[in-house]
């Protein structure tokens, strides 16, 4: 996801990090199948992703549409979404991979390569903040107020997403040292964001020696779009009320396995 030019390529690549993670914490699970409380944090860290993700997708998606000050606007919910993703400290995404690292802990495995995904999130989504700045602004101001209560519900999701996994911290408190969670959150934010300032003052002061890749044949991407009934169900999954339905659906089908099997 480094190396993509696209904000949502980025963005994909990242969901593929927290399949990782979902996955580690799934091992974890299966290794002691009776710890009640690393099934409810994995339960969390789906649904709390899912509107982290689909918040930054769809502001994603209309950002090229956005002038100057509508773009600071977005900006503060999509950051709120992307440091829930990171794991920034008082967020519900510490929360949630705190409990992860302490469960991959106690069966004996390196927790502290938890850490490392945090800073892969967030080289991620300082890349993807990058990519967005880079796109030209919008050359009039596009009104809001059609769907104001649709970037009303926007926020919304962004702050769920931030604040949800919070609510289980009176039946689940922190595990651990919960400073020293909080200081080590902190560490990775301040430490990618070195990373990215370096690495964009070597790109553009330092001269690297150029290479080029060897092209790979061409994919017959045009026999796929021959499929008519994919090409229409794409097309109505990019409207508003579908992914609401469809994510609504999706949260409601996890909340029921997880309250409904033993």
Same mark, same amino acid.
């Not at 860290?45 to 956005?66: C, P, Y």
């Not at 990519?131 to 009303?152: C, D, I, M």
């Given at each position: 996801g480094a190396c993509a030019t696209s904000p949502k390529t980025v963005l994909a690549w990242s969901s593929v990090g927290q399949i990782g993670l979902l996955t580690a914490g799934l091992g974890a699970l299966l290794w002691a199948p009776e710890n009640d409380a690393l099934r409810t944090? #994995?339960?969390?860290?789906?649904?709390?992703?899912?509107?982290?993700?689909?918040?930054?997708?769809?502001?994603?998606?209309?950002?090229?549409? #956005?002038?100057?000050?509508?773009?600071?606007?977005?900006?503060?919910?999509?950051?709120?979404?992307?440091? @829930?993703?990171?794991?920034?400290?008082?967020?519900?995404?510490l929360y949630i991979k705190s409990w992860l690292a302490h469960a991959v802990q106690v069966q004996g495995f390196a927790s502290h390569l938890l850490t490392l995904t945090s800073l892969a999130t967030a080289s991620a989504m300082l890349r993807f903040? /990058?990519?967005?700045?880079?796109?030209?602004?919008?050359?009039?101001?596009?009104?809001?107020?059609?769907? *104001?209560?649709?970037?009303?519900?926007?926020? &919304?999701?962004?702050?769920?997403?931030? #604040?949800?996994?919070?609510?289980? *911290?009176?039946? #689940?408190? *922190?595990?651990?040292? /919960?400073?020293?969670?909080?200081?080590?959150?902190?560490?990775?934010?301040?430490?990618?964001?070195?990373?990215?300032?370096? @690495?964009?003052?070597? &790109? @553009?002061?330092? @001269?690297t020696l150029s290479f080029t890749l060897p092209l790979m044949p061409p994919l017959p991407w045009h026999r796929a779009s021959r499929f008519r009934p994919a090409w229409v169900v794409e097309r109505k999954l990019r409207h508003w009320s579908v992914m609401g339905c469809f994510l609504t659906g999706v949260s409601l089908l996890f909340l029921s396995i997880y309250f409904y099997l033993p």
């Open positions: 944090v #994995l339960m969390l860290l789906m649904i709390s992703h899912g509107l982290a993700k689909a918040a930054l997708f769809i502001g994603a998606g209309q950002w090229g549409r #956005l002038s100057g000050s509508q773009r600071q606007l977005i900006g503060s919910g999509m950051a709120l979404a992307a440091l @829930t993703l990171v794991g920034a400290p008082f967020s519900g995404g903040g /990058w990519l967005l700045k880079q796109q030209p602004l919008a050359n009039q101001r596009t009104p809001l107020v059609e769907n *104001y209560w649709l970037w009303w519900v926007w926020f &919304s999701v962004c702050a769920i997403a931030w #604040l949800m996994p919070l609510l289980w *911290y009176w039946w #689940l408190p *922190y595990p651990g040292n /919960w400073i020293a969670s909080n200081v080590t959150a902190l560490g990775v934010v301040i430490a990618s964001s070195c990373l990215a300032v370096a @690495t964009r003052y070597i &790109s @553009t002061n330092v @001269t």
